[in-house]
């Protein structure tokens, strides 16, 4: 078992379009690395990158001392598993599951012996014998899982595997994917659009944009200090308030001043935010709550239910913020109220970088 | 009115069928449509030989046939898996070229197509009449739309469980099976009734197809009975008429399948 490490991958598409810059990365044995992104921003190439189904413009993909450019994929040894179910509708459960060991010529019984013993582990063994179609979405999902399994590849990769599943088939399959990665030493991408189950699964968690690595963190850290605007508001549901203002020395105080929003800074804050002009101020919905003499103050727009809490998106002047409770409050639309925050939460960036100013804690 | 549209469609093959019974006198007179007995002698004198070697030429066309719908269905079904699944140079090109195939009629190929058969010496030979049927614009086209719609996970799930290229397309093969019995099926009836190339190409009565055996008497003045015609064209409307029966299930789901993309 090795690591799969990438190196100066970039990805341009023949019509020009720039997939992925310059991406570099490195999965370690039994580690999950779990890429989350908007749509289009290169998530799914960089698995077909390494499954060797699309085809860098520059770079290398290594497992272990291993090279894999200019493999075909039958010879990288990668087990994947795509959104769609991806089961030939003419074969039955238990020889779609066994469908990678009969193309490498291993015996038939030896595949019965495999398929039985896989679909034990996920559950299914009494569907081997049925077709695609007469099973549910999440049972073919997890034949599509036990297929990629029963090989014991080198790298397992996941292309959205619970998309196109059900609230309650996703949480089961999610469950699978979990124990997979608990007892397989190998390295592991997953990718997903959906952030809660990047946090869930990811003993690392990737931000991409626009083909561009954003942030690879562990998910607390992700939560914690999101290293940019855009991993800030990108994650987080809703994502960071970011409230550009300046920074100004008032006799022997340090305040961030904006229109919405004034507080004087913590003495560490005002140590890193020295000779800085204007800044974006971050903080997170859930660390808002009602305050009489809070410094955050709007007009309720709209109230969303998310029980046992309550979302709320507040307007002050032209600046849209939003609030998470733990409980529900009791509010309508057009009413002003007033937010207090924790100051040792407040998160600052560059307004023309974008990056997080202050040293990594 | 499906039932009256049902005879009149009918109603041409019952008359042949009737006919084949029937002395020539009884054919020219309308009534009955039915042959007053069951009399096998066109049948009889057309398996004895005694005008044409029926059997024979009955087996060159069945021989022809298959051998085009085999290599036919083989090599469209290869260049639309191909085209709808591949990207290379000069693509478009190609595709363009195997299109205007269709557009070419087989009158305007004949010629060449026939001085080529001379220099490879395959004139009078089955080959000559199966080789041209085997390239088929329509049938590329077909095969395109067909792998178009496979969907590109399944491959690629394929080729990262161990599938090379060539294992691939067998792998898809069996997701395009109505489309591809379909295909086979009209291959089968076009060369089945093919008349022009076999014309052409063949001279020797005992290599002729049987279509063009049966309008050689037809065309000869010979004194033909027209009943042992009519005998003959029941005979030879049996195998596209079976293979038809067998594979029109499949030709079914496949054109629903079409409609439903």
């Known amino acids: ?361 | 009115m499906l039932l009256v549209l049902c005879i009149a469609f009918a109603f041409p093959f019952l008359w042949m069928l009737c006919a084949s019974f029937k002395s020539d006198a009884a054919i020219f007179t309308p009534f009955p449509i039915w042959p007053e007995a069951l009399d096998p002698r066109h049948y009889r004198a057309l398996f004895s030989g005694e005008w044409i070697p029926y059997p024979r030429q009955f087996l060159n066309s069945l021989f022809i046939s298959a051998a085009q719908t085999l290599l036919g269905t083989a090599f469209a079904c290869g260049a639309g898996y191909v085209f709808a699944k591949f990207e290379f140079r000069g693509k478009r090109f190609l595709f363009v070229l195997a299109l205007l195939a269709i557009l070419v009629p087989r009158q305007v190929i004949i010629l060449p197509l026939f001085e080529w058969m001379n220099t490879l010496r395959l004139l009078d030979t089955p080959f000559a009449v199966i080789l041209p049927g085997t390239a088929s614009g329509i049938g590329m086209l077909w095969f395109f739309a067909v792998f178009r719609r496979l969907p590109n996970p399944l491959l690629d799930m394929a080729r990262c469980e161990g599938a090379g290229e060539y294992r691939l397309f067998f792998t898809a093969l069996p997701l395009v099976k109505p489309a591809l019995i379909a295909f086979a099926l009209i291959q089968f009836v076009m060369s089945w009734q093919e008349h022009l190339i076999p014309l052409i190409m063949l001279s020797s009565t005992s290599r002729l197809t049987v279509n063009i055996g049966l309008s050689s008497l037809n065309a000869g003045n010979l004194n033909v009975p027209y009943g042992l015609l009519m005998a003959g064209c029941t005979l030879t409307l049996i195998p596209a008429a079976v293979f038809f029966a067998l594979a029109f299930r499949h030709f079914r789901s496949a054109l629903s399948g079409l409609t439903e993309a």
């Open chain 1, 1 to 361: 078992m090795s690591a799969l490490i990438l190196k100066n991958i970039s990805k341009i598409f023949p019509g020009g379009t720039q997939a992925l810059r310059d991406f570099n990365l490195r999965v370690e044995e039994g580690e999950l690395v779990a890429i989350v992104g908007p749509s289009g921003c290169g998530k799914s190439t960089l698995l077909r990158i390494v499954a060797g189904l699309d085809e860098a413009s520059s770079g290398t993909v290594h497992l272990g001392d291993r090279t894999l450019d200019g493999l075909h994929p039958k010879s990288r040894d990668v087990g994947m598993v795509f959104q769609s179910y991806t089961l030939l509708p003419h074969l039955t459960v238990g020889e779609n599951m066994a469908f990678g060991l009969k193309m490498r010529g291993i015996s038939k019984k030896e595949r019965t012996l495999k398929a039985v013993e896989t679909a034990r582990l996920l559950g299914i063994a009494n569907l081997l014998e049925r077709l695609p179609s007469e099973i549910s979405g999440g049972e073919r999902q997890r034949a599509a899982l036990g297929r990629a399994i029963l090989r014991q590849p080198g790298i397992y990769l996941f292309d959205e595997p619970l998309s196109s599943l059900d609230a309650q088939m996703r949480l089961q399959v999610r469950v699978e994917i979990q124990k997979l990665h608990q007892r397989s030493p190998v390295p592991m991408l997953y990718v997903t659009h959906d952030q809660s189950e990047a946090l869930t699964l990811g003993d690392r968690v990737m931000v991409l944009h626009q083909g561009r690595i954003q942030q690879v963190a562990p998910p607390e850290e992700i939560i914690r200090r999101p290293a940019n605007t855009f991993t800030a508001s990108f994650i987080g549901s809703p994502g960071m308030n970011l409230v550009r203002g300046r920074i100004e020395t008032v006799e022997n105080s340090v305040r961030f001043v904006s229109p919405c929003l004034n507080f004087n800074l913590l003495p560490d804050q005002a140590a890193v935010l020295r000779g800085c002009h204007e800044v974006l101020a971050g903080v997170r919905p859930e660390h808002l709550s009602p305050d009489v003499n809070g410094a955050f103050r709007g007009e309720v727009t709209v109230v969303e239910r998310q029980p046992p809490g309550c979302c709320l998106y507040l307007k002050n002047g032209n600046i849209l913020f939003a609030v998470r409770t733990h409980e529900a409050l009791s509010v309508r639309t057009g009413e002003t109220m007033s937010f207090g925050f924790d100051r040792t939460k407040v998160l600052f960036y560059g307004t023309e970088s974008g990056e997080l100013i202050g040293s990594p804690a």
